[in-house]
């Protein structure tokens, strides 16, 4: 049975408040009290940037560290979605900023003891794959109005083949609601676990009254020091792979074939 002090709660949901509203349940689980955790985080942060009116020309650390995850944000935004105007791409930089921002705060959380890894479950992040997926297809909408299907069939394409192209089309671009997230859960779930894993094999085999096992004991430590090192630096990168993700799409979703069209504009010119 697993309980709040098991090995394994770092990758179970709890629920630690259950609580039933007629015939409906919902229950407080470890993810939320963490997802608040990081919430509160990220509220206290600007906190210390706001404090006695904020904005100092001659920036302290806290200020600092909001600019560079500001700017850090904005470069893919101008890099990745063309077309538009500065103005319409930094409408859209505060949105990705709320995303990379939680990731940024929520991944390496997991790294600490007794902690839980919120993004290590797919229910969570396929949750918010989903959320940006619909999101990303309203937005689409709302600029090209019905021309948004027009992605579904590039130009010039023979009749006989449009229904073939249009499913082709059609499945990448629906699995992408997938595929963010299960990247994100694959990523973090595996890398957590193998840390999980060979910490407690390096800490059985350290407390064993066994002098080979203590001699053999460094090789697990440093391998363990080492995939520490390297699933922080992959916790971090996940969440600048999903800005730069979110942008791609965005790009998609705005320009739809415009590239395309370009392309065919410019073969056109060199035949004549």
């Known amino acids: 049975m697993i309980t709040p002090n098991s090995p394994l709660e770092q990758f179970t949901i709890l629920p630690l408040i259950p609580m039933k509203i007629g015939n409906l349940y919902f229950s407080f689980t470890n993810p939320s009290l963490f997802m608040l955790l990081t919430l509160s985080l990220v509220l206290l942060l600007l906190h210390f940037v706001t404090k006695n009116g904020g904005g100092n020309s001659v920036p302290n650390a806290w200020q600092s560290l909001v600019e560079l ?3 850090f944000v904005l470069n893919p935004v101008n890099e990745q979605i ?19 921002t939680f990731l940024l705060f929520r991944n390496p959380q997991g790294m600490i003891p007794y902690s839980f890894t919120v993004t290590s479950h797919f229910l969570i992040t396929l949750g918010l794959s ?4 619909i999101g990303i297809t309203i ?29 082709l089309e059609l499945i990448p671009h629906c699995f992408r609601a997938l595929s963010s997230g299960i990247r994100l859960f694959a990523n973090m779930m595996a890398g957590h676990s193998s840390v999980k ?76």
């Open 82 to 100: 063309g077309g538009l105007s500065g103005n319409v791409k930094q409408k859209f930089s505060p949105r990705i900023s709320v995303t990379f």
């Open 139 to 167: 937005v689409g909408f709302q600029r090209n109005g019905l021309h948004f299907l027009s992605f579904l069939l590039p130009a010039g394409v023979p009749l006989p083949l449009a229904p073939f192209l249009v499913l």
């Open 69 to 71: 995850i500001y700017d």
């Open 197 to 272: 894993i060979l910490s407690g094999s390096a800490w059985t085999m350290l407390c064993m009254n066994d002098l080979l096992y203590f001699i053999g004991d460094p090789g697990p430590l440093f391998i363990v020091l080492a995939l520490t090192g390297l699933e922080l630096g992959v916790a971090i990168s996940q969440a600048h792979v999903s800005t730069i993700l979110i942008c791609i799409y965005l790009n998609d979703a705005t320009n739809l074939h415009q590239s395309a069209y370009l392309f065919i504009i410019e073969q056109k010119r060199g035949a004549f």
């Open 130 to 133: 989903f959320s940006i997926f």
